[in-house]
């Protein structure tokens, strides 16, 4: 860390009280790119021990980048970089797809394939998409990405007849069953909040212990067939879900 984080020299460093210091050198190394989001910082002992001084002047330090939101502390894993992000938001009246949500804010959309291709479906995936004996389900897994940085990991799953060639996905899902006249017209979501497993915590580039947001779709066709089950960890730093509601008409006294 000695490149990014140069502690040696912060005796010899200009300008104020050590904690002052020690603060203004993790600014900058945040600030130049040489610290990024999700970067763990050493441990307190040890930035005290290469900087010689107390430990009292690294948490005091430390105390106020975390109270500014600069860095979080992880209880059991240590002290991240937490560089603000710019925040989305993805109104819950509308079914659109990520890459179109992508399109309306000016941003690129980018898929990462973690996995695709036909296979045996669960239980669940049986159930839910009501496959009948001997069908195979078409699932997509992927780390969807915006100006590329990481946004949301994703795991649809379709019948094997609506996608008979997942390979043929690019972009956008929605688009490529368009052209072959598929188009859900409703879904049902349900919203939860989770915390990310280690490996979804590094694929997304986020602190270990993150939380995020869980969106579990289900879209049917006009015929009423559900077209896709699918389910998405969306970044909660960087997404928020906004939903409009109207209000109803006042009760009536009763007599």
């Not at 104020?16 to 130049?32: N, Q, T």
């Not at 430390?62 to 002290?79: C, H, M, N, P, W």
């Not at 780390?143 to 972009?171: F, G, Q, V």
Request: one cysteine or more; aromatic letters at 4%.
């Amino acid at each position: 860390m000695s490149t990014s984080l140069p502690l040696e020299q912060l005796q010899s460093v200009r300008g104020g009280p050590l904690y002052v210091k020690l603060r203004k050198m993790i600014e900058d190394a945040v600030a130049s790119g040489r610290l990024k989001h999700g970067d763990a910082l050493p441990a307190e002992r040890d930035i005290a021990e290469t900087a010689d001084i107390s430990r009292v002047t690294v948490r005091k330090a430390i105390d106020e980048l975390v109270a500014e939101g600069l860095l979080v502390r992880r209880r059991g894993s240590g002290t991240f970089v937490v560089k603000p992000v710019q925040r989305m938001q993805q109104p819950l009246s509308q079914l659109t797809s990520f890459t179109e949500d992508m399109r309306r804010r000016g941003m690129v959309a980018g898929s990462r394939w973690l996995g695709r291709g036909l296979f045996y479906p669960t239980a669940e995936e049986t159930m839910m998409l009501g496959l009948g004996g001997g069908a195979r389900v078409a699932r997509l897994d992927r780390l969807r990405t915006a100006n590329d940085m990481p946004i949301a990991l994703e795991r649809t799953s379709l019948p094997d007849d609506l996608l008979p060639d997942p390979d043929k996905i690019e972009d956008s899902l929605y688009l490529c069953l368009l052209d072959a006249s598929i188009r859900p017209v409703r879904a049902n979501q349900r919203i939860s909040a989770v915390l990310l497993k280690d490996e979804e915590t590094k694929l997304l580039g986020v602190p270990p212990g993150s939380a995020a947001l869980s969106v579990q779709r289900i879209a049917y066709l006009e015929t009423g067939r559900v077209m896709e089950m699918s389910r998405a960890l969306y970044r909660s730093d960087a997404y928020d879900l906004v939903a409009e509601l109207g209000i109803g008409s006042p009760m009536k006294p009763q007599d």
